[in-house]
């Protein structure tokens, strides 16, 4: 099956998921290991760490900081992200990056060979707690302090998410007053429906069945196209080209704003949140980690990590790095 480059999906047919099928991510390519002096250096320095600053052990009390990813674009970014806002801290940092699916990094969480990763909340919470039923970014932050072992530590959510999104053209949604979820239910005709083939699935809470459940949309009303690219290229076709009426898109997707989509809004949280979060070996965590891992959360946006994404796709296919020391730079965090 076919994979989509930004989708945090299940382990069994995406990465890095391993409960429920509903994120995809697969692919990703960094090779360097840039640095960033204490006091605001050059991110794309060719050294691989930071010297201590005031004759301090490298890294501090918590020593050397080892900084992975899973192994797709979009995660290796906010690897970076993470990695050159602890060495603008004075940390020392290690990178791990594209280790693989979550169970893959969730284990060298655990044995101590990477202590910081960047993860996705709702699909965090359904790794460790398959009944979980939290939607919204407060439910499942608070589910999710339940829900990790002993060892791990997930720090402050963003505001920025990757989850499952609805979209139609522009001017579908003019023609027929359709913004919303919401409104799919008074749609006149037969909705015509493409994407990864587990939008069939009754497990599947953000598919077909939730339509129905959640919104009131007539399972007769629905006719589904499968496309099995994780709302790839294949899928942002078949909408642009009216094959399809409304389209599951990842929400980071760049395609979303070259096209100008309308992703449907979902009042009622039928799709689970995924914000962006940082999960760290607890014996890790220092004021110091935290306050540099805090600061990233605080600015970063999903507009953001479409426009990142965006920049390692384009033209000038810029690597991880680099996309990753410009957005530090724009904020002010280096």
């Keep these: 099956m076919a994979t989509h480059p930004f989708r945090p999906g299940p382990l069994s047919a995406r990465l890095p998921e391993a409960v429920t099928p509903r994120r995809r991510a697969v692919l990703g390519m960094l090779a360097a290991a840039p640095l960033l002096a204490a006091c605001g250096g050059d991110p794309l320095s060719s050294a691989s760490s930071t010297p201590a600053a005031d004759g301090a052990s490298p890294g501090g009390a918590g020593g050397v900081v080892r900084v992975g990813s899973a192994n797709f674009p979009e995660s290796e970014i906010l690897g970076e992200l993470y990695a050159q806002a602890l060495e603008a801290e004075g940390l020392q940092v290690e990178r791990k990056m594209q280790i693989g699916a979550r169970e893959v990094y969730i284990a060298a969480l655990q044995d101590g060979s990477v202590d910081v990763v960047p993860e996705y909340s709702g699909n965090l919470l359904g790794y460790f707690d398959k009944e979980a039923t939290a939607s919204s970014s407060e439910e499942v932050a608070a589910a999710l302090e339940g829900a990790l072992p002993e060892g791990l530590t997930a720090l402050t959510p963003a505001e920025a998410e990757n989850k499952d999104s609805y979209n139609v053209t522009a001017g579908f949604s003019k023609e027929h007053g359709i913004t919303s979820l919401a409104d799919l239910a008074g749609y006149a005709g037969t909705l015509r429906i493409g994407g990864l083939p587990e939008l069939a699935g009754r497990d599947y809470g953000a598919g077909l069945s939730g339509l129905t459940e959640i919104y009131g949309v007539p399972q007769e009303k629905m006719a589904f196209t499968p496309i099995s690219d994780g709302g790839g290229p294949l899928t942002v076709r078949a909408l642009t080209d009216g094959d399809v009426d409304v389209a599951n898109i990842f929400s980071t997707t760049p395609a979303i704003q070259e096209n100008g989509f309308v992703v449907l ?25 935290r306050a540099a891992l805090d600061a990233v959360q605080k600015k970063l946006t999903t507009d953001d990590l479409l426009a990142m994404n965006a920049a390692t796709m384009g033209a000038e296919k810029k690597q991880a790095r680099q996309v990753a020391a410009d957005w530090l730079r724009q904020k002010g965090l280096v």
């Design 265 to 289: 809004e979902d009042p009622k949280g039928m799709i689970t949140a995924q914000n962006v979060v940082p999960l760290v070996s607890s014996e890790k965590v220092t004021d110091r980690l």
